[in-house]
């Protein structure tokens, strides 16, 4: 099942962005989507992130509306005249447990401006933030949210 998914999944993809009909195409499309499917038939990630698609599409408005929030704010700190940035390097613990998830909530922390995950080591995150108030991660919204993609107990 999770091959057919896989292989719809690129079809899909490689349809919307070809836009091509004709027939050589088509099948041509097919055929690399079927090859990509096959070459990743051992390969749980690529399959279980497209299981989550659905998740990952309520989540990403959400995440661009932080992001563009949090620019706002990087912006207003950098113009501001005393340039109030205090910068900081905060570990936390994070219940997400699967390798997907965090990888998904470290990528959401560095798109957001003003942070960035600098390390993962199993449940231990290290994230730089440009203020004190930007380090606040740990059983976040954002972290809850991710949680909630991939079916996990959100954070306490």
């Known amino acids: 099942m999770r091959l057919i998914v896989v ?11 070809s836009g091509s009909t004709a027939l050589l195409h088509l099948t041509l499309g097919a055929a690399a989507a079927a090859l990509v499917a096959w070459m990743n038939r051992g390969d749980e990630l690529l399959s279980e992130w497209l299981w989550r698609l659905p998740g990952m599409l309520r989540y990403a408005p959400w995440l661009f ?6 620019n706002l704010q990087v912006a207003r700190l ?9 910068p900081v ?7 997400l ?15 957001t401006p003003g942070t960035i995950t600098l390390d993962i080591d ?8 440009i203020t004190e108030a930007m380090s606040d991660l740990s059983g976040s919204e954002m ?11 959100a954070a306490s």
């Open 143 to 153: 972290e809850r949210r991710v949680a909630a993609v991939f079916g996990e107990p």
């Open 65 to 70: 509306t932080e992001i563009v929030k949090a």
């Open 7 to 17: 292989f719809l999944a690129c079809f899909i993809l490689w349809l919307a962005l």
């Open 78 to 86: 950098i113009l501001h005249p005393r340039l109030p940035i205090d």
């Open 97 to 111: 447990t699967s390798p997907l998830a965090r990888t998904t909530f470290a990528n959401s922390i560095t798109l």
């Open 122 to 129: 199993g449940p231990s995150f290290t994230v730089h933030a």
């Open 89 to 95: 390097i905060v570990t936390f613990d994070t219940a």
